[in-house]
């Protein structure tokens, strides 16, 4: 069935009560009537049906327009946006796979009907309705700018981006969007609901509104196949992470070892290689870590899998984070879900700063701790809690050079080389470890794009 294309010219009165009454009708999708776009386009439409003064008019279609230009895509695909990233009873329903009640999926369609039909409103006409009142009226000037934006919009939406044609795609103009419920379920089985459904990595952002939870835009695309060296150590949290998907007993895992490694990018590789399969990266910054539980309490529900990732964890002291961190790992009251595990990385391997002072013979002598080894130990609780420690030791000599040479291969810097080229490139290698950070992955990457770059080495 093709939706009516709400045509505002002469603003017909039913033409006008039809859209507000498909906003004030919205059950399932209710959310979506407090968004700011469609809360100003409703604004907007109401002054116009009730004949506001030209002031009141004119205000409400520059707060609309003011709205509406944070967006980067026409009306249509804009509320096409907001509706597949809407978290709602029925969006988690079908993430979680659970059998919907009768009445939730007839009211999720006509929702996406009411939607469909909104969307669909000729915007650019409204403003051109906008400026014919305002002409009647003798206000010539101001008509013309308010019809001047109203034609670009119409300029700008046959402009579409990926996102743009995957929603057409879900979403065609000029369709009910009520037929596209069951692709619409598809989506969210393959990828998940709300904001989840369109990005793989994400942040806590605890001061972040209307959700902490924060899409990374430019998320790291590093592959397993990407990395060189340590094919032990990634196996082993490659192993965790498909028993961790398939349902199965997991492991929390402590990626430990010298700087430049290759631990973080570990963590994000294996990410990157299951996201299709529902999974999740959570990067959790240190200060935020009392806040665990709550980040628990909004995982635990969803029908995904997530990692949550700790980069460089490492204490000062035994502090209220750390603390928080040890009850989740084991010994809470609560359980970690099911649908959870912990990654983290560190340069230290018992995650808490060590002093001589604190040994137990020191600190007795210094402090008078007569439970200075009950000390001690609580220090080293944390690290023993994580299931699993995965050590990255900085590489040898022959290590390093397969690995630069491994990733100048893959980017095509080192095509085909004659013998004296390898030789040559080996030998620029040690001089560069050794001139700068040492031999590590992330020191060979650092050559490899030096070398890349055709710029002369500092020693020649």
């Given amino acids: 069935m093709q939706a009516p294309h709400y045509s505002p010219i002469g603003m017909e009165i039913t033409n006008t009560l039809m859209a507000l009454a498909d906003i004030a009708g919205l059950t399932v999708f209710s959310r979506l009537k407090d968004h700011p776009l469609l809360a100003a386009f409703r604004a907007l439409l109401e002054a116009l049906y009730r004949e506001d003064a030209v002031l009141g008019q004119v205000q409400s279609w520059a707060a609309f327009m003011d ?44 929702d996406l009907s009411r939607l469909g039909r909104i969307a669909a409103f000729d915007v650019p006409g409204l403003g051109l309705c ?15 700018n308010i019809e001047e934006e109203a034609r670009a919009l119409w300029a700008a939406e046959g402009k579409s981006s990926d996102l743009g044609k995957r929603l057409l ?7 009910d969007w009520g037929a596209a419920l069951s692709a619409l379920s598809a989506s969210i089985h393959r990828s998940g609901a709300g904001i989840l ?43 965790n992470t498909r028993c961790f998907l398939e349902g199965k007993p997991a492991n929390n895992i402590l990626l430990y070892g010298d700087r430049g490694t290759g631990k973080s990018a570990t963590v994000k590789a294996v990410s990157n290689e299951y996201a299709h399969q529902g999974l999740r990266l959570l990067e959790v910054p240190k200060h935020d870590l009392f ?162 770059g055709g710029a002369a080495f500092p020693w020649e």
């Avoid at 009306?75 to 009873?89: E, K, Q, V």
């Avoid at 035994?318 to 359980?335: P, Q, W, Y």
């Avoid at 420690?389 to 040898?396: E, L, N, Q, R, S």
């Avoid at 000599?397 to 004296?420: D, H």
């Fill in 197 to 239: 459904g369109l990005h793989r990595s994400f942040r806590w952002v605890s001061s972040a509104r209307p959700s902490p939870l924060k899409p990374v835009q430019n998320p790291d695309p590093v592959r397993l196949s990407d990395l060189a060296g340590y094919e032990a150590q990634r196996s082993v949290v490659t192993a």
């Fill in 169 to 175: 795609e879900l979403f065609p103009e000029a369709s």
């Fill in 67 to 110: 709205t509406f230009i944070r967006y980067n895509h026409s009306f249509y695909l804009s509320l096409a946006f907001l509706t597949i990233t809407d978290d709602n009873p029925f969006t988690h329903g079908v993430e979680n796979r659970e059998a919907l009640p009768p009445v939730l999926a007839a009211l999720a369609k006509t």
């Fill in 130 to 144: 906008l400026g014919a009142r305002l002409r009647k009226d003798g206000l010539e000037t101001l008509a013309g």
């Fill in 291 to 452: 806040q665990l539980p709550g980040i628990l309490e909004t995982l635990a529900p969803r029908g995904l899998r997530f990692i949550i990732f700790i980069d460089d964890l490492s204490f000062e002291t035994t502090d209220d984070s750390f603390t928080t961190l040890k009850a989740l790992l084991e010994g809470g009251i609560a359980a970690r879900p099911a649908n959870v595990v912990l990654y983290a990385t560190s340069n230290r391997r018992h995650l808490v700063k060590e002093r001589l002072a604190d040994r137990p013979s020191s600190a007795m002598a210094a402090t008078g701790d007569v439970r200075a080894f009950d000390t001690m130990q609580e220090q080293f609780s944390l690290a023993d809690r994580f299931g699993l420690t995965v050590v990255f030791a900085a590489p040898g000599q022959e290590e390093f050079l397969c690995i630069a040479e491994y990733i100048a291969f893959k980017r095509g810097t080192l095509k085909s080389p004659t013998p004296e080229e390898r030789t040559s490139f080996r030998e620029n290698a040690l001089r560069w470890e050794r001139w700068f950070n040492g031999r590590s992955p992330r020191t060979a990457v650092q050559y490899v794009d030096w070398v890349a």
